[in-house]
Structure formats: structure tokens, C-alpha cells
T-cell receptor, first 116, second 110 residues
Framework: GAVVSQHPSWVICKSGTSVKIECRSL??????MFWYRQFPKQSLMLMAT?????????EQGVEKDKFLINHASLTLSTLTVTSAHPEDSSFYIC????????????FGQGTRLTVV | SQQGEEDPQALSIQEGENATMNCSYK?????LQWYRQNSGRGLVHLIL?????REKHSGRLRVTLDTSKKSSSLLITASRAADTASYFC??????????FGAGTTVTVRA
């Protein structure tokens, strides 16, 4: 199957700093990628849809200035958590699909962010 | 927003037994998918069933879909310790977005 690589797999940062997470589709092009957030023992909550060459679409309640998304190429989307606070600590996962919505989504390995 | 509800929340079974979990959703769908997540990892796609399908098999997995009841079930037969994971159903709402259920945590005891 298609491969989506997410980096880093874990990161610890200090409050007030920014953290960038990368999501790459390794063997297919993705005009659209998705960013999710997952709290312990909970489901995935969609944060935003990353669109190649245009602005990301954010879900209700997600601060776009807090979570900056850039999708500059067909194989790379980045999520930057700006001015991180302890409450931003979470598991962030990206996904992409090589085709339409009727095909499966491929997920990155996830990034465990801990803000201290 | 999430539209899937899953039950049970947690399931503990003996190796070799079958595991069944259910998913209900609220709005019309094009398809429903099931994913597995091992602890602290990303999700792995298991199976996709289209809205015009009622049952689908893949190895030891059997998925049913009842669009009149807006529900789906996932059956894992002859479970193994490696099946220990969380299982999520996901529906495509619109614009290629997936909405995930709350998940069922399955523990298979050796």
C-alpha cells in the first residue's frame, strides 16, 4: 500500500516555542492531506484539511493562527504548532489518499508532542 | 465532528475467540471504513465497505453494513494476540473527510 511518513515521531518542547511536524507521501502525490489530533484513549478529531497550493481549511474551533499548515508540494504538508502550551500536548496524525474518497486513507505514524 | 459511535468501548477475549464490535452513524454515507491502531501508532486501514454493499470479507475480518439502521459491525475471527489494538470505524462525510467513531479497544489474552 501507499506510504505516508510523519516526522518527528515524538518531540518535547518548552512552552512558548514552536514545533513543526512534517507529513510526506512517499510513493504518491496528494493534493489533499488531513491533520488529526488524538487525546489519550480517545478518537481522532479532524483539525484541518491541507490543500496543495492553497490555504488550509480548518474545522470549527481550531485556531488557524495557532496551528499553521503549509502544503507547498504534492508530497509534503507541514503542521506548525506556534507558541506551544502544555494543553497542546497531544498525538498528532496526518493522512493522505492517493485517489478519491472511495479509496482508503493512509496515515503517518503520528507525532507525540509534549510541551513542558 | 464525529458521527460514529462504537460499542463496546473495550473488549477482552481469549486467543482463538471471535471479537465483534459495532459502529453506528448519523448521516448518509458513501462508504464506511474500519481502521486499526496499535498503541501510540498511526492507523492502518483494514477494510472499506460501500453503501450499496451489505457484507465484505478480508481474511479473518468480516464487515457488515446496514444503511437502514445506519450501523456496521466488524467481526474478527480466531483472534490472535497480535490483534490487540484499538479499532475505529470511519465514515466519509463530505469533501473527502473522514469522521471517526470513538473506537473499541480489544485485548486478546494468550
Amino acid at each position: 500500500g501507499a506510504v505516508v511518513s510523519q516526522h518527528p515521531s515524538w518531540v518535547i518542547c518548552k512552552s512558548g516555542t514552536s514545533v513543526k511536524i512534517e507529513c510526506r507521501s512517499l510513493d504518491f502525490q496528494a493534493t489533499t492531506m488531513f491533520w488529526y489530533r488524538q487525546f489519550p484513549k480517545q478518537s481522532l478529531m479532524l483539525m484541518a484539511t491541507s490543500n496543495e497550493g492553497s490555504k488550509a481549511t480548518y474545522e470549527q474551533g481550531v485556531e488557524k493562527d495557532k496551528f499553521l499548515i503549509n502544503h507547498a508540494s504534492l508530497t509534503l504538508s507541514t503542521l506548525t504548532v506556534t507558541s506551544a502550551h502544555p494543553e497542546d500536548s497531544s498525538f498528532y496524525i496526518c493522512s493522505a489518499s492517493p485517489g478519491t474518497v472511495t479509496t482508503e486513507a493512509f496515515f503517518g505514524q503520528g507525532t507525540r508532542l509534549t510541551v513542558v | 465532528s464525529q458521527q460514529g459511535e462504537e460499542d463496546p468501548q473495550a473488549l477482552s477475549i481469549q486467543e482463538g475467540e471471535n471479537a465483534t464490535m459495532n459502529c453506528s452513524y448519523k448521516t448518509s454515507i458513501n462508504n464506511l471504513q474500519w481502521y486499526r491502531q496499535n498503541s501510540g501508532r498511526g492507523l492502518v486501514h483494514l477494510i472499506l465497505i460501500r453503501s450499496n454493499e451489505r457484507e465484505k470479507h478480508s481474511g479473518r475480518l468480516r464487515v457488515t453494513l446496514d444503511t437502514s439502521k445506519k450501523s456496521s459491525s466488524l467481526l474478527i475471527t480466531a483472534s490472535r494476540a497480535a490483534d490487540t489494538a484499538s479499532y475505529f470505524c470511519a465514515t466519509d462525510v463530505n469533501d473527502y473527510k473522514l469522521s471517526f467513531g470513538a473506537g473499541t479497544t480489544v485485548t486478546v489474552r494468550a
